[in-house]
């Protein structure tokens, strides 16, 4: 007899919401002569040093599993890199663990904190797999929006109006993905401030802090107090242009080690261990190599906020990360109706706003991780674009008239 396959699956899976991000990347990747300013990549090769000694390692038959926690030896050097770059100090053999990403430190975080019906705060627009990492670990997630007005940064009223008794965390993300956002030493103290006085945890996620433009980063979890507080999510996959590897890492008090690497054991092993001994070529020879890269995007930068602002469109300047996050309100299409009619007839490849959350209506995210050659082109096709909006428009109005 057949079944219902539906009556099978997990209410809590079947719920999630797909990515809106991996919708218009399959798309674009359908159609030819796209540039893609979709997919948050690198679009650096990884650099050859870090490539060959994974190469070597596996050369040398390093092909067996590490201790679940990853290599000791990158554990310490990962424990140098944050004391170095960011004051924050962490033991390597019990307050560090590598991971297969940074998505499953994210994962395993939320795992070992949460209790169902706990909520987390999310500040909003946020990356697209916070909310159902935090479902899935049978959490509560409560949205924040927050604003261009304010270059996309929560105050600490919003997240006073926010809390309840049932609120376990907040999960920050500086620099951002989608808006570039970055918070500062003093905002950041605020934030401390509310954490302390409500007893919260915070799981910040600080994928982008090398790359950083305006302003020093800073770390949450070198705020004063806020080290017992704080579980600190990083990786290789921005900085040093490794995505495709699946390296992040986690830092936290030991106590929340202890139950995150027995979750890791049942779940995932350990990260393959030739990937760990190539990070641990990228921690550290690769300084100069990042600081190049994030040269690079600075540039790009500039002109993208330059141009889209030349185009009609208001744009914020992003403090972080590789995206800018302008309005296309102006033009008065939706972000979905504009991104769809923006790939169609100009085959430029950008992410619905809402995508992000809904405070990112009315905005697209462009990625600057491309070439300033592709990224030149793309503007010229998105200012076509927003021009052939602005004639329809006078079209339509003389009309009325």
């Known amino acids: 007899m057949s079944i219902d396959f539906q009556n099978y699956l997990s209410t809590t899976a079947k719920g999630l919401e797909p990515s809106g991000i991996r919708k218009f990347f399959d798309l674009a990747a359908s159609m030819e002569d796209v540039i893609s300013l979709g997919v948050g990549e690198p679009d650096f090769v990884t650099p050859w040093n870090i490539r060959e000694a994974a190469i070597e390692a596996l050369k040398d038959g390093h092909t067996s599993y590490t201790a679940n926690a990853g290599l000791l030896e990158?554990?310490?050097?990962?424990?140098?890199?944050?004391?170095?770059?960011?004051?924050?100090?962490?033991?390597?053999?019990?307050?560090?663990?590598?991971?297969?990403?940074?998505?499953q430190s994210l994962d395993l975080a939320f795992r070992a904190i949460l209790n169902p019906g706990?909520?987390?705060?999310?500040?909003?627009?946020?990356?697209v797999s916070y909310t159902a990492l935090v479902t899935l670990a049978g959490g509560v997630p409560i949205r924040i929006a927050t604003y261009a007005e304010n270059d996309f940064k929560v105050t600490?009223?919003?997240?006073?109006?926010?809390?309840?008794?049932?609120?376990?965390?907040?999960?920050?993300?500086?620099?951002?993905?989608?808006?570039?956002?970055?918070?500062?030493?003093?905002?950041?103290?605020?934030?401390?401030?509310?954490?302390?006085?409500?007893?919260?945890?915070?799981?910040t996620d600080e994928i982008y802090a090398e790359l950083s433009y305006d302003e020093e980063f800073t770390s949450f979890a070198a705020i004063p107090g806020m080290y017992d507080r704080t579980i600190l999510i990083n990786g290789f996959s921005k900085g040093f242009a490794m995505t495709g590897w699946r390296l992040g890492f986690l830092a936290?008090?030991?106590?929340?080690?202890?139950?995150?690497?027995?979750?890791?054991?049942f779940t995932t092993m350990c990260a393959p261990t030739m990937l760990q001994l190539g990070a641990l070529e990228a921690l550290r020879n690769s300084t100069e190599q990042v600081e190049k890269m994030r040269q690079h995007y600075w540039r790009r930068r500039n002109f993208m906020v330059q141009s889209l602002r030349k185009i009609g469109l208001d744009c914020h300047t992003p403090g972080g990360a590789f995206y800018v996050f302008p309005s296309i309100q102006k033009t008065g299409l939706t972000s979905e109706q504009f991104a769809a009619r923006l790939l169609q007839e100009e085959k430029v490849?950008?992410?619905?706003?809402?995508?992000?959350?809904?405070?990112?209506?009315?905005y697209i995210r462009c990625s600057y991780a491309a070439s300033i050659e592709q990224l030149e082109i793309a503007m010229q096709r998105i200012g076509r674009f927003v021009k052939s909006l602005e004639t329809t428009q006078e079209n339509v109005l003389e009309n009325v008239r």
Do not use: W
């Open 118 to 127: 706990d909520e987390v705060l999310i500040i909003e627009p946020a990356f």
């Open 349 to 362: 490849a950008v992410v619905p706003g809402n995508a992000f959350g809904d405070s990112g209506e009315g």
């Open 156 to 203: 600490p009223k919003q997240l006073e109006a926010a809390i309840t008794d049932r609120t376990k965390a907040i999960l920050l993300c500086s620099p951002s993905n989608p808006t570039g956002s970055c918070l500062n030493r003093a905002e950041l103290t605020e934030i401390a401030q509310v954490v302390d006085k409500h007893d919260l945890l915070v799981v």
């Open 252 to 265: 936290a008090p030991r106590e929340f080690i202890q139950v995150m690497v027995k979750i890791y054991q």
């Open 74 to 103: 990158l554990r310490q050097e990962i424990s140098k890199y944050l004391k170095r770059n960011f004051q924050t100090s962490y033991q390597p053999e019990d307050q560090v663990i590598v991971t297969v990403g940074a998505s």
